[in-house]
């Protein structure tokens, strides 16, 4: 298998560069943003073949193969020689701790992730706010041999999610009224709420009580209780979160550990220099 030069591309100016306000530029991003794309299929996954990733892609063979050995080159994706299938490089991993070393929560919250996956027997997680979604960004497994499983970087809607309730809560009302005209309310579950009103008739309750739960209504059979966390502006930055399968966190457990939550979520709050805000 070729792999391509990284260095070559750098050499003199783009073909068909140059004024005139030429299609060179335009045909950059569009490489670029294939780039990307297969980039975060390959992420997604435990190792795709090229086909796979040509059909997923919705791109050619041979433009998907010129991609990936570009990403090869510069250490984002891997070829595997026996099952031919292409996996995430290594350094995409140190790119992304970069991302981990901006956001200090998901590196100095994870003390207390432990602690609280320790003390609840639940998978703990932390999640970020960002385009209108959750993602996940950090994850302490339980023990259990049935637990909740999100990869890092994975995206839910924040009105099906524990801790996007949680950070939604805590937002201006204008905010989210926006960012439900924008995304809108989709079911997942028989349980997921999608009138606007009952939405904002919980998020009255969370922010009440401190903390919030997705009673089933991402996936049948899981629930997460969440809270939020805060920066030194007294701002919502994050949330921290306990999953599991609804025969665990039943009703009369989900009022005792919910309290824990918040505690654990208010401890990495004070870890990072935030504070809660004044009500």
Known sequence: MKTARPGKAMRGR??????????APAASVQALDRALGLLELVAGA???????LAQAS????????????????????????????????VEAFRVGQAFHRRFK??????????????ATGETANIGIFEGGDVVFISQVESAEPIRAFFRAGERRHAHASGIGKALLAE???????RLV??????RFTDATVTD??????????????????DDEERSRGMRCIAAPIFDENGEAIAGLSISGPS???????????GPVVRRAADAVTRAIGGHRPET
């Open 171 to 177: 937002m201006p009302r204008e905010r989210v009224e």
């Open 46 to 52: 435990d190792g795709m073949t090229l086909s796979a």
């Open 105 to 118: 929560v998901a590196t100095m919250g994870r003390p207390m992730m432990r602690e609280l996956m320790e």
């Open 196 to 213: 606007a009103e009952r939405l904002f008739a919980d998020l009255d309750e969370i922010r009440r009580r401190g903390w919030s739960l």
């Open 14 to 23: 783009p073909r068909g560069s140059g004024g005139g306000g030429g299609k």
């Open 181 to 186: 005209r924008d995304k809108g309310l989709p």
């Open 247 to 257: 025969g665990r966190l039943e009703p009369e457990r989900i009022e005792r550990l």
């Open 58 to 89: 919705g791109l050619p063979p041979s433009t998907v193969h010129r991609l990936l050995t570009t990403l090869a080159a510069h250490g984002f994706v891997e070829s595997g020689e026996q099952d031919q299938t292409w996996t995430i490089g």
